[in-house]
């Protein structure tokens, strides 16, 4: 395994500047946390480990093998033992192979499905986060953890300290056949290797230290490029392209600047320890021949010694960085952990009740939240009922509390006070499944997903028979313009359906939720961001949708707010408001100043 690959992924982890630092976990606690990952493993990791320690003993062995042919067949001029030299060369290279092979594949496989296993249980821990995970973090941060992080936790817990195993066992053998050999040539070695360790050491650490400048700063290269990119249309109409080319420019400057300190360093490194190398080389042959001279040492026995000393840089250098990359590793870890040990918000209690179709009564008993970190609640005591077959509408200024009681219904976070509950059970007893199957939201924005039309309108019942999906579509009023598109139900919208417009999306955004069939519906402004034709196009398709649900739709169309039966005025997270739209206007309150002012807002 090589050491490359045990850091190379921690390389291209996005870290630092625009991303904050993980907590910091002890070494130890990392190996704990990640070791039943390699666990169901253990069998096949013995006999990885057996084979990376044997394959020195071949090595050795080769060497060895080398210097007996110097001695008993080149120097004596005899044919004699080649016989059997050349039998164990070649018993020797076979065995050398097959160690290799063994070591290699099963390495790879060890390791690959190590992070396949992690990444995906990390993938999986991140899809049930509640919609407030996301929004404190930068996607590609998160992206950066499911793929570099891993590979980093991967080297940190299998192939770093396999490696190092390797690198041990060499050391061990090859200082042990030194001293054996010639106790006082390994003299001369004792001090070659060591200072070879220190500067190679002295200098990986200066190489780090720049690649990790590097890796840092193309983090934020690859933040900013996403954020440029996703955002390419905000950036043009405020006329930012040449802002955010110049920003995008100066962190390509700091990259060059760190990948070229790191380029002067290795290109130093190379003949500095040359320089070593052969010193080194030099005055074994100088003690060398001097021993030889002794009758201490034979010609293959210096030959063989100053190869086992040559085979014994590489692993000394390696064990330097492995010793160094541990923390690099160890800051890979520290990101994955952080994901992992955050608990998603919103969980199944162990208790919770099943429940198949609800009939859809909607009760929420004086429920306040505060959004962590906020002044004052976003919701307020806030009590309301909603059977089925009633439409509720909510209207209140913007940041009055709306979207923040439909997230309470879905559960994407729990009432710090007070219940919500459906048909008289609190949500929180109920399994979450079972709860989001009940009820059915329709945001402001439409999220369609990469997949064809057909797919996305039966995103909750993926086995939704075609007639369904476009009865639903027609309901929806949506069939008309998907039968137009190139490839009808089949069409492939892109991701966000960047080709439909909001009109459109909205319509497949209702058809999704009349295929869902909740008997409790959610829709958070689906008329905002629209024109007033293509809000008043949406206005039977929502009644249709609403039709024998229990249906709370905030809205600002209030042409189509005054039709609902119910309508409910928040303000600053309380119902200050609430009746049919005739009792509120004779009321002469809040709503009766929102209907008197409509129309005079523009849009
Ligand atoms: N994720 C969040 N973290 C902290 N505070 C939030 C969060 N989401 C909303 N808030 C705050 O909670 C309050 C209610 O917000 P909410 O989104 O429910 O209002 P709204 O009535 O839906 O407004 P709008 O009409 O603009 O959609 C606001 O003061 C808002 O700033
Ligand atoms: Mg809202």
Excluded: C
């Amino acid at each position: 395994m090589s050491l490359r690959r045990a850091f190379v992924g921690s390389l291209s982890s996005d870290g630092g500047g625009v991303v904050a630092e993980a907590p910091r976990v002890p070494l130890r606690g990392i190996a704990r946390r990640f070791w039943p990952y390699a666990r169901p493993y253990r069998p096949l990791l013995a006999l990885t480990l057996l084979a990376v320690m044997v394959a020195p003993v071949v090595d050795a062995a080769q060497i060895w093998l080398f210097k007996l042919l110097v001695d008993d067949v080149v120097i004596p001029r005899t044919l004699e033992p080649l016989w059997w030299l050349a039998a164990a060369y070649l018993g020797l290279t076979v065995a050398s192979g097959v160690v290799g092979y063994v070591d290699d594949l099963l390495g790879d496989w060890l390791g690959g499905r190590f992070s396949l296993d992690l990444r995906t249980d990390l993938f999986r821990h991140l899809q049930r986060q509640s919609p407030a995970f996301f929004e404190g973090r930068r996607t590609g941060d998160l992206v950066a953890r499911l793929t570099g992080d891993v590979g980093a936790v991967e080297g940190f817990v299998l192939s770093g300290p396999v490696d190092a195993v390797a690198n041990l066992m060499r050391i061990l053998l090859f200082a042990g056949l030194l001293a054996y050999l010639n106790w006082r040539l390994a003299l001369v070695a004792a001090v070659t290797v060591p200072l070879f360790g220190w500067v190679a050491q002295s200098f990986s650490a200066r190489i780090r230290a720049a690649s990790r400048e590097r890796r840092r700063r193309s983090g934020s290269m690859t933040a900013l490029a996403e954020e440029g990119l996703s955002a390419v249309a905000l950036v043009q109409a405020a006329r930012r392209e040449g802002g955010e080319a110049d920003r995008f420019h100066r962190e390509g400057e700091a990259i060059l600047r760190a990948q070229l300190s790191g380029t002067r360093l290795r290109a130093l490194y190379g003949p500095a320890v040359d320089l070593i190398e052969v010193a080194g080389a030099l005055a074994v042959v100088l003690v060398g021949v001097w021993e030889m001279q002794q009758g201490r040492l034979s010609v293959g026995g210096l030959l063989a010694f100053m190869t086992y000393l040559t085979q014994l840089f590489e692993p000394v250098r390696s064990m330097g960085s492995l010793l160094t990359g541990l923390h690099y590793a160890a800051a890979g870890a520290e990101r994955v952990l952080e994901v992992l040990d955050t608990p998603p918000a919103v969980t199944d209690r162990p208790d919770a009740r099943p429940m198949s179709r609800a009939r859809g009564v909607v009760d929420l008993r004086d429920v306040t939240l505060r959004y962590p970190g906020a002044l004052r609640p976003a919701l307020d005591g806030v009590s309301l009922r909603v059977d089925p077959g009633e439409t509720v509408a909510l209207v209140g200024a913007s940041g009055s509390g709306k979207s923040t009681l439909m997230r309470l219904l879905l559960r994407y976070m729990d009432a710090d006070h007070g219940a919500v509950t459906l048909d008289g059970t609190d949500v929180r007893d109920l399994r979450l499944h079972d709860l989001r199957r009940n009820v059915a939201l329709v945001a402001q924005e439409t999220v369609l997903l990469d997949g064809t039309v057909a797919q996305n309108i039966a995103l909750a019942h993926p086995n939704a028979s075609r007639e369904r999906i476009e009865a639903a579509a027609r309901a929806a009023d949506a069939h008309g313009f998907i039968a137009a598109l190139p490839e009808g139900y089949g069409t492939a919208l892109g991701q966000r359906g960047a080709r439909l417009s909001g009109g459109q999306r909205q319509r497949i955004s209702i058809a999704r939720a009349l295929v869902a069939g909740a008997p409790v519906l959610v829709l958070d402004e689906p008329t905002t961001g629209l024109d007033a034709a293509a809000a008043a196009r949406l206005r039977a398709p929502l009644r249709r949708l609403a039709a024998g649900r229990a249906a709370i739709i905030a809205s600002h169309d209030l042409e189509w707010v005054r039709t609902a039966d119910r309508i409910v005025v928040m303000d600053a997270g309380r119902i200050v408001e609430q009746g049919t739209h005739e009792a509120l206007l004779a009321r002469a309150g809040r709503y009766a100043h929102l209907w008197a002012a409509r129309g005079t807002e523009a849009g």
